[in-house]
């Protein structure tokens, strides 16, 4: 698809990049250096919604999925307060293509096989990007990521989408201690898989509960797995995995 389904809303006022720091998961100073991937967490740090902030002068674009937008507006709303703020819903238009970012567009951050983003009317390209994203276990809103998610189970370290640096944001204490004092015993990961079946089928490791299957392609896929019953066989209805890829 050349042009993804996103909204972009538009941050601005003399208080949005220091309004931005104290809520989501990585430091807006990056902006100087391109896009900036980030999530917004609940208290308990669990996944709210992700976007990339776009550098738009002394405003800051919020690229985000869709049908998260209105949400994410009210969301970031609440946490207005006093801060000399303005979020607001704009017309343009995101598009993606591989290869060296064209003028005014932006390499993706996530990964360099996702190739640029662009928000000026860029020519986009018609792309299996469905393929790049289980060939980097790189997880979409709505699909892998989902509200029972923690950010770093969904690999946003990995993928430059936190920053444990920063300082304060929601969700942080909850982020930091899974960084450094646990190790991760669930997460996404990549699977060969042969056969096909829904996405969100579950895995299984023999009759034993091991995960979920999500988007799948060219005899790959991302799955939830818990790691220590991803042994062996593994089944998500009729088809096969194997783990590690």
């Given at each position: 698809m050349a042009r993804s389904e996103r909204k972009?809303?538009?941050?601005?006022?003399?208080?949005a990049a220091d309004f931005?720091?104290?809520?989501?998961?990585?430091?807006?100073?990056?902006?100087?250096?391109?896009l900036?991937?980030?999530?917004?967490?609940?208290?308990?740090?669990?996944?709210?919604?992700?976007?990339?902030?776009?550098?738009?002068?002394e405003a800051i674009l919020l690229d985000a999925d869709a049908e998260q937008a209105d949400s994410l507006m009210q969301r970031l709303s609440l946490y207005k307060l006093r801060s000399k703020v303005d979020i607001t819903q704009t017309d343009t238009v995101v598009t993606r293509g591989l290869g060296t970012p064209p003028?005014?567009?932006?390499a993706d951050p996530r990964d360099p096989s996702l190739g640029w983003r662009g928000y000026a009317g860029q020519p986009g390209e018609d792309v299996d990007w469905d393929a790049l994203r289980?060939?980097?276990?790189?997880?979409?809103s709505g699909i892998e990521l989902t509200p029972d998610t923690f950010i770093l189970e969904a690999g946003f370290e990995r993928l430059n989408g936190v920053d444990f640096k920063k300082g304060c944001y929601v969700g942080q204490e909850v982020t930091a201690r899974m960084?450094?004092?646990?190790?991760?015993?669930?997460?996404?990961?990549?699977v060969r898989v042969q056969?096909?079946?829904?996405?969100?089928t579950e895995v299984l490791a023999g009759e034993k509960p091991a995960?979920?299957?999500?988007?799948?392609?060219?005899?790959?896929?991302?799955?939830?797995?818990?790691?220590d019953r991803a042994t062996g066989a593994l089944t998500a209805g009729d088809a096969v995995l194997q783990f590690p890829a």
């Open positions: 972009v809303l538009r941050v601005s006022g003399a208080d931005l720091q104290g809520l989501i998961t990585n430091d807006v100073s990056r902006l100087k250096d391109g900036v991937y980030a999530a917004l967490l609940t208290p308990q740090g669990k996944y709210l919604a992700d976007f990339f902030l776009v550098p738009d002068g003028e005014g567009a932006f289980v060939a980097g276990c790189v997880p979409a960084k450094h004092k646990t190790e991760l015993r669930k997460g996404l990961a990549k056969g096909q079946t829904p996405i969100g995960g979920t299957l999500y988007t799948q392609s060219t005899g790959a896929g991302i799955a939830y797995l818990r790691f």
